[in-house]
């Protein structure tokens, strides 16, 4: 087992540089610098400009600027926002919270629709449900995230009113952030009627980033679950006299549930890419919208730093998805 | 599973059947554009981070609410010696400073504050000069490190800013959200506490609205200030909600989460006249979209060229076509909203036949060749550069001009054309103070004419320059606005430029907010006179 910990472990090393590398070489190959972007019409005067460059350490060679850059890395520091002055890291910390909110609710919202529906698809195979359910995937799966929300808004709250356009929590409740999770924050605040409004504004953004992960997670199910049920062990339960409830509930779905478990850790990726559109169009306060910001102003140290930090996490997810498969699946911890 | 989904279930329904609950009385939301950078206007240069320190400062002196007038506020009144190199300015007294938990104000406002205020940003040695950056664009770019001789306390009231020339824009500039004035004692206070950066974070000033709180990236309160010297706003509190995308603010107006929202989506603007639940207020910006004619090269070294060229283009399918309803056709440098705006000036009408007629005399009969540069990016006076060009391109070639559009980088775009590469240029201007200085001199003075200045047309016109320079030394407004509205007949009459269009800028309101007003700066404000009718 520790072998297996420290193998995928060593495939961390080379992913963070390379990450490192792209957010730092990308953002550099955008036209403007975050001087040029501030500037405007007015035009600033060469010395001026040199010596603004030189503050931010730009007229240094490029790959000088990455090593020093990978060298703070190293040593815990990714430096200050240009834009705000304050530390990438605490910047980062104080908005993550909303985002690993979104990004749970989103997941439990597809795992709580997308396993039940790939399960009776499967069991009623060729029914009409099957073809709806797969029907449905397929356009979640497609639909534009942007075009998506914004039609739920005009429906849901727009149209119906039944929840908030955007935001997180209704502006006639102040709650001091002790987590940063919205619904643990207002939940202990104790104040009437805060935690239901938090839930209302969490209900349209989950959906929509919910959406893709749905789709992929009711398909893999459903495929996952023809194949068990085709299995010799599954005919001996039948046979055997066990309820269809037993054979599916429990022999069919604990087996089929291993490569769906692979399916929603590598779903954290997509999620954290949609939450970056997602937060937009819902001014959600998470890490998505802010990096959106950090593009438009240049801001290279908030931009690498957060890149760089989001891929941190996806790669941890995947780790830990990885080593629970091999708790799920002696098979395969054996293996190694 | 069953249960779960069924307690999730019950969750959600039982959420969304709580109905939203209604807002305190009297709070209005403005739905902003994007997150401020800090909350010391100082510091900033977006537009975006002035008006979210707009509620919480003063300046000495001030724009009228909606307009370009400059108003007393601090300072009740001023003076100006008659060299115009010296500015006294009265303070008022018992002006009362916000307290927050950790700072509570013992003294009023008084000329320590000034000084403090203005020290920051011009001597290197003060002890906030390199707090948060310390960069101070606007108080430099407005020429306020060589401007200033010095600035004295005469008494705890009186303060006086000595200059080192005569620069008659001086009070506008003034008035501009960067000259906005910090509490001293607060300052000291933070510097005592070893947390000096605090002061650009948690803002305490003299204004109608105390700041409450900042939620990073999706809320900023404020209160109304009780003791604010210009009495209370009828609002009780303000409540910017950050809500970055156009078409989402739009549903929030329309869902009555927002009061105020600005920049709507150009595409919405048509559905939003037809809205009769929402209120949609324009007003043409402080700016002007341009052509510049490079006057050092052949053929527009000849204002003949210059002039038939300003017959060719049909300015009005152009305004139609590009600004689609927000921008009104350009024919002086200056907007009319602002003051000595000459409105007697006569465009060059769209006359094709007499273009070609004035090109003969100056011996293109046929024609020529030349480059057009058009902005690679959108800007709030041209939406859409690339159009543009491709239309001023078809009707000059009509004429026999053969023009070949040109396009770089933004950053490379301008520093070519300040570096004078071009033949034809496009270009425009957003005023900074109000003042016709701010564009006159800016874009068309001798000065800005040298290579890598802002003059794009390199025009430097004895005339017209010795009208400029006369009023920025002249104080008084009546005799400047004389001279400015002569350089503008001036200037028609050389056409260094084809000026195209002022662009309109829109906001929507929620029909209860009363006495909102425009404000030609594009800042937002909610002091005084705005209220919310119940």
């Known amino acids: 087992m520790l072998r297996f910990i420290l193998t995928r472990a060593s495939l961390v090393i080379p992913t963070f540089l390379g990450v490192t590398f792209l957010s730092f070489l990308l953002i550099r190959l955008v036209p403007g610098d975050p001087i040029e972007v501030r500037v405007g019409e007015r035009g600033i005067p060469p010395e001026r400009l040199a010596q603004l460059r030189h503050e931010m350490g730009l007229d240094q060679p490029m790959w000088k600027q990455f090593a020093d850059y990978i060298g703070n890395v190293l040593s815990g520091d990714l430096g200050t926002s240009i834009v705000t002055q304050n530390p990438v890291l605490d910047e980062f910390f104080t908005l993550f919270p909303a985002t690993v909110e979104l990004g749970l609710a989103a997941m439990v919202f597809a795992v709580l629709a997308g396993l039940p529906a790939g399960i009776i698809a499967a069991v009623k195979r060729g029914s009409w449900f099957d073809h709806g359910v797969m029907g449905l995937s397929l356009t979640g799966y497609s639909m534009p995230i942007f075009w998506w929300g914004l039609l739920l808004i005009l429906f849901f709250s727009v149209q119906l009113g039944l929840t908030p356009v955007s935001g997180r929590l209704d502006l006639l409740y102040y709650v001091e952030p002790v987590t940063g999770f919205m619904l643990v924050d207002t939940w202990l605040s104790g104040e009437k009627g805060a935690f239901a409004s938090a839930l209302r504004h969490l209900v349209l953004p989950a959906i929509v980033l919910g959406t893709i992960p749905l789709a992929v997670i009711a398909r893999m199910t459903r495929s996952a679950m023809l194949e068990v049920l085709g299995e010799d062990y599954i005919r001996t339960g039948r046979a055997k006299g066990l309820s269809e409830g037993r054979v599916i509930g429990l022999h069919a779905l604990r087996n089929a549930l291993i490569p769906v478990v692979t399916v929603i850790g590598l779903q954290v990726g997509t999620l954290l890419g949609g939450a970056i559109l997602t937060e937009t169009i819902f001014s959600w306060p998470g890490v998505g919208k802010w990096l959106v910001e950090s593009i438009n102003r240049r801001d290279y140290p908030a931009l690498q730093g957060g890149v760089l930090l989001i891929a941190t996490t996806v790669m941890t997810v995947n780790l830990l998805v990885d080593l629970l498969y091999g708790v799920l699946n002696p098979r395969i911890r054996h293996a190694r | ?534």
């Open chain 2, 1 to 534: 599973m069953k249960r779960i989904l069924l307690g999730a279930g019950l969750c959600m329904t039982a959420a969304l059947a709580l109905a939203a609950p209604a807002h305190a009385a009297k709070t209005i939301v403005y739905c902003s554009e994007g997150s401020p950078e800090n909350f010391n206007p100082q510091l900033n240069t977006t537009s975006t981070s002035m008006d979210v320190a707009i509620p919480v400062y003063n300046r000495l002196v001030q724009f009228e609410h909606g307009g370009t007038k400059v108003v007393p506020a601090l300072a009740e009144s001023w003076t100006v010696s008659p060299d115009g190199l010296t500015y006294t300015f009265k303070l008022r007294q018992g002006v009362k400073w916000h307290s927050t938990n950790d700072f509570k104000p013992t003294r009023d406002f008084n000329a320590d504050d000034v000084l403090f205020s203005f020290e920051r940003q011009w001597k290197t040695d003060h002890p906030y000069h390199k707090v948060s950056g310390g960069a101070y664009d606007y108080f430099k770019d407005m020429g306020f490190p060589d401007l200033l001789k010095s600035i004295e306390k005469v008494d705890d009231h009186t303060v006086k800013f000595t200059l080192s020339k005569v620069e008659a824009p001086f009070i506008a500039n003034m008035a501009m959200v960067f000259a906005s004035v910090f509490s001293a004692e607060y300052a000291d206070s933070l510097l005592k506490k070893k947390t000096p950066e605090k002061i650009d974070q948690v803002p305490v000033g003299t204004g109608p609205f105390q700041f409450v709180a900042y939620q990073k990236d999706a809320v900023i309160r404020y209160k109304a200030f009780d003791q604010y010297w210009g009495g209370k706003a009828a609002l009780d509190n303000l409540v910017f909600a950050i809500t970055p995308d156009a078409a989402v603010r739009y549903a929030k107006l329309k869902a009555g989460e927002c009061h105020v929202v600005p920049f709507p989506n150009p595409a919405d603007i048509d559905t939003m006249k037809k809205d009769t639940s929402i209120n949609l207020m324009e007003k043409e910006g402080l700016n002007v979209g341009y052509l510049a004619f490079n006057v050092t090269k052949k053929p527009f070294d000849d204002v003949r060229v210059r002039r038939a060229l300003n017959m060719a283009i049909d300015k009005k399918a152009i305004v139609d076509a590009v600004y689609q309803g927000a921008g009104t056709p350009a024919k002086n440098p200056i907007p009319p909203t602002m003051w000595s705006y000459n409105n007697a000036v006569e465009d060059y009408p769209f006359d094709p036949e007499k273009a070609k007629k004035l090109l003969a005399d100056a011996g293109y009969a046929n024609g020529f060749e030349t480059d057009l540069w058009a902005m690679p990016v959108q800007r709030p006076y041209n939406p859409n550069a690339k159009r543009m060009a491709e239309m001023m391109q078809a009707d000059l070639a009509k004429i026999g001009i053969k023009a070949s559009i040109k396009q770089y980088e933004w950053g490379e775009y301008r520093k070519r054309l300040q570096a004078g590469e071009h033949q034809m240029g496009m270009m425009g201007w957003t005023g900074d103070n109000g003042d016709p200085d701010n564009f006159l001199a800016v874009l068309l003075g001798c000065d800005a004419a040298r290579i890598g200045g802002s003059n794009l047309a390199k025009w430097c016109y004895k005339e017209f320059e010795d009208l400029v320079q006369e009023a920025k030394r002249t104080t008084d407004v009546g005799a400047r606005t004389k001279l400015y509205e002569q350089s503008q007949v001036i200037f028609k009459e050389q056409a260094p430029w084809f000026p195209v269009a002022h662009s309109i800028v829109f906001m929507a309101l929620n029909k209860n907010v009363t006495g909102y007003k425009m404000d030609p700066f594009g800042h937002h404000h909610f002091y005084p006179d705005v209220d919310l009718k119940q």
